[in-house]
């Protein structure tokens, strides 16, 4: 099985590459799906490897100055407090079976939506705020609204290992709509290397991380991101995101049903 974890890991490496979703939005469904580990297994595992991953991400996006710090204190403010407490109630829950599975099977398919409105309607919805400026959050407001949506995708991304990538960057987008498109995936990226982090160490504790999976795919991933980076330049990126969309409604309906 060694090898067809680590050609998941490439296939899903191609299409972060391509596409700039985060990986657990893909790679999370693909492990309860295809190869049927529970969803407290695929959450631990993917969130050690998405730490990872994207900590390679952080080192890059830092060298060219992408990372806004003062946005990922503010959002790691909310989020780290929010996923250790999580994690404190899922050890409360005791064994990870029954009721807990199924809730966090679900909070993976809604979490999948999520991306994929993200990935749908983002343009959209940055339109409909910039012809209403008076929406747009400034000061105190801005700051407090930023530490508030930490705390959320903390929760969501300790249930699900979802929400940090496509869903966080959308939100980001929404509250500082002035960032450079560069700007928003670094900072998105640099927030999430310490939340994955946290909750990864939280599921080390939960015991719900497999080694073996995490070795697997970390083997085939960095390449396949290599790679969908080189195909991004070639392909359409409306007509790949498009076909992502159409997948991942089809894998969350299938995780809620």
Do not use: C
């Not at 595992?45 to 060219?64: E, N, Y």
């Not at 396949?224 to 991942?248: D, F, N």
């Amino acid at each position: 099985m060694f090898l067809a974890y680590t050609v998941s890991g490439l296939s899903v490496g191609v299409l972060v590459g391509l596409t700039g979703v985060g990986g657990g939005s893909l790679m999370t469904p693909l492990l309860t799906l295809l190869f049927g580990f529970s969803p407290a297994t695929a959450v631990g595992t993917d969130l050690a490897f998405a730490s990872i991953t994207k900590g390679f991400g952080t080192l890059a996006h830092r060298a060219h100055g992408h990372v806004r710090w003062d946005i990922v204190r503010r959002l790691s403010l909310g989020s780290l407090p929010a996923a250790a407490l999580t994690i404190g109630v899922l050890k409360s829950a005791g064994e990870l079976d029954g009721p807990v599975l199924h809730a966090i099977r679900v909070t993976i398919g809604v979490s999948v939506l999520l991306t994929v409105l993200s990935l749908l309607f983002r343009s959209q919805l940055l339109a409909w705020l910039a012809r209403r400026p008076q929406y747009q959050l400034t000061g105190a407001r801005q700051a407090n609204a930023t530490v508030l949506v930490g705390a959320v995708i903390g929760v969501l991304v300790t249930l699900s290992s979802i929400g940090a990538g496509a869903v966080g960057a959308t939100l980001i987008l929404l509250l500082y709509p002035q960032l450079r498109a560069a700007e928003v995936a670094g900072t998105d990226i640099a927030y999430a290397v310490p939340l994955t982090a946290v909750a990864a160490l939280g599921h080390v504790w939960l015991g719900t991380v497999h080694w073996n999976l995490l070795g697997a795919l970390l083997v085939g991933s960095i390449p396949g991101i290599w790679l969908g980076a080189q195909l991004s330049k070639q392909l359409p990126e409306r007509l790949v995101r498009g076909a992502l969309a159409t997948v991942l409604t089809f894998v969350a309906i299938k995780l809620v049903s």
